[in-house]
């Protein structure tokens, strides 16, 4: 008797919901996918985080309303943890840029999400969800996803790519070499203070010549070294018209305002993001050049009012005085990403040089022909594939741009500097078109030099190859006025090239930062640890 009221309180006990510990049910697939998506590198799994979770829904609880709140909260919980164990930037972040967002196009969101949900993903998690389904009626799959978590840490882990992987014509980008700066430590944050220790000393200022060409600098957003690369475009025949390219230039920013502003205040060094946006006069290009005698000019093929670019331009940029040249006076060639009209580049650039000035002009261009999300009239298919035809038509719009000053005759010096890239091929942290990290597949562009006009010089083209920023643009451009061309000087790109300025690859956002260590770059995004960009 008393042996058989044991069993009985033995299985009374063994029942009682304190001991009654329930299984994951479908949330072990959950754990499981997870660790998969860690063990290819696609996320960061936070061990600690997930173990709660998991006991967290393990845990045994008596009424039925409780466990659907705790399904609730665990849905919650899963979505944010899983947020943050991606590579994607910090949710706030995302938030901050929610204005912007919110004047896109219906159709480029929906692109955009089409992106972010690909159907190869949606193809390979439906698989995997029958595979589970299969298994889970003759496994435990709770305590198979139990040991994956246990055990992952002693996984061997992949060998995986590290560092960026460059795509350019003529040679290749290289770090900087150790010669030309001497670190203390070589850590990020102590390179990074001595980089903008050195850059705070640096002021170039004009040379004392009187101004007797016309400067044409071309602002292109959206076009970098791995776009032409991707759209396969790198024989394009512009690319041999060049007197000098630099192919290891970085933007500093992958956002066009910031982008754009570094360099019209590329008389002065690399400035952290904040400060780009309270200029010191004497780091303006168009002030300089206004001294010099150039008439300022403003042209764009947009309006100019996305993220107040024509506004930013004009009050940080240096260039407050100079005549804008209404945009809607040309053709339309097709709708930007915001709907608004963006005008033909040719017809733009071919009125510019019809434009009769007795004064030289420093005309400021800027073209968001292959930004991300642009509609070509007629074009069946996305923004991504429309993006090589608009790349195509846009070179070859200055293929003809530069027969057409060379027709004419004109003493002109065309320079060439995109923004930043498209980033349409996206990589592990960054979804394709995304520019919220400052990542150098964005921010490695091509730059080019052409002066016109010069009757007596051959000149061969110059791949420059030592790692340049926005700083190089102005020392090229003061090195040439001061060869003075045109007034009893000789033009020699090969000087020119020899006095730029190097700049180490730093790169940044608001908030996000990539800094280039021995060949290596590494992220910082709102101040955390710093860790290798593995892209």
């Known amino acids: 008797m008393s042996e058989q009221l044991y069993i009985q309180q033995r299985n009374a006990l063994l029942h009682h919901p304190l001991f009654s510990w329930p ?52 849905v919650i919980a899963a979505v944010v943890l899983l947020y943050v164990e991606s590579h994607l930037p910090p949710f706030e972040r995302l938030l901050s840029q929610w204005e912007l967002v919110s004047n896109f196009s219906t159709w480029y969101i929906l692109e955009l999400l089409g992106r972010l949900i690909a159907i190869e993903m949606v193809a390979i998690f439906l698989v995997a969800w029958i595979l589970y389904m ?54 990020p944050d102590s390179m990074l203070r001595q980089f903008y220790n050195a850059q705070q000393q640096i002021q170039l200022t004009p040379p004392p010549v009187a101004a007797d ?8 957003c959206s076009l970098s070294w791995q776009d032409i690369e991707q759209f396969e475009l790198t024989e394009h025949a512009f690319f041999q018209r060049a007197d000098i390219i630099l192919n290891n230039f970085y ?88 709907q608004s009209p963006i005008q033909s580049d040719l017809a733009v650039l071919s009125d510019w040089l019809e434009t009769i000035d007795e ?62 890239g498209a980033g349409l091929q996206g990589d592990r942290m960054q979804l394709p078109g995304m520019r919220e990290i400052p990542t150098p597949a964005l921010t490695h562009v091509p730059v080019m030099f052409k002066l016109f006009g010069v009757d007596d010089v051959d000149v061969q083209l110059i791949n420059a190859s030592r790692p ?46 990539m800094i280039e260590v021995d060949g290596v770059f590494y992220l910082q995004i709102n101040n955390g640890e710093w860790r290798e960009y593995r892209g």
């Open 359 to 420: 004064q030289p002009r420093f005309t400021f261009y800027n073209s968001t022909s292959l930004h991300d999300g642009n509609r070509l009239p007629g074009f069946r298919g996305n923004s991504i594939a429309s993006y090589r035809t608009r790349l195509l038509t846009l070179l070859d719009d200055l293929n003809q741009l530069f027969d057409d000053i060379e027709a004419s005759g004109a003493q002109t010096l065309v320079v060439i500097v995109p923004e930043h």
């Open 468 to 513: 340049t920023g926005p700083l190089a643009i102005t020392s090229a451009i003061y090195q040439i006025i001061e060869q003075r061309p045109f007034s009893g000087g000789r033009y020699n790109p090969q000087d020119v090239v020899n006095g730029l300025p190097e700049t180490r690859a730093v790169l940044e956002n608001d908030r996000v930062i």
């Open 23 to 74: 299984g994951l049910g479908a949330w072990s697939f959950y754990f499981l996918v997870k660790v998969g998506l860690a063990f290819t590198d696609q996320i960061e799994l936070l061990l600690l985080w997930n173990y709660a979770l998991f006991a967290f829904l393990v845990i045994p609880l008596p009424y039925r309303a409780v466990k659907v709140i705790r399904q609730i909260l665990a």
């Open 134 to 187: 299969y298994l889970a009626k003759v496994l435990r799959m709770t305590a198979i996803s139990l040991a994956a978590l246990l055990t992952f840490p002693f996984w061997p882990q992949p060998t995986m790519t590290t560092g960026p992987q460059f795509a350019a014509v003529g040679p290749a980008p290289r770090a900087i070499e150790t010669s030309s700066v001497q670190p203390i430590e070589q850590s």
């Open 251 to 338: 933007t500093g920013s992958s956002y066009s305002g910031p982008a754009t502003l570094r360099l019209l205040q590329a008389n002065c060094g690399h400035r952290p993001h904040s400060q780009i946006f309270n200029p010191d006069n004497a780091c303006l290009v168009g002030n300089q050049l206004e001294q010099l005698g150039f008439r300022s000019e403003i042209r764009l093929n947009h309006t100019g009012a996305f993220d107040n670019f024509l506004s930013q331009i004009r009050t940080i940029g240096g260039l407050a005085n100079a005549n804008f040249v209404e945009p809607s006076q040309f053709p339309e060639s097709m709708v930007g990403f915001d």
């Open 213 to 220: 060409f016309d400067i044409l600098l071309i602002n292109i």
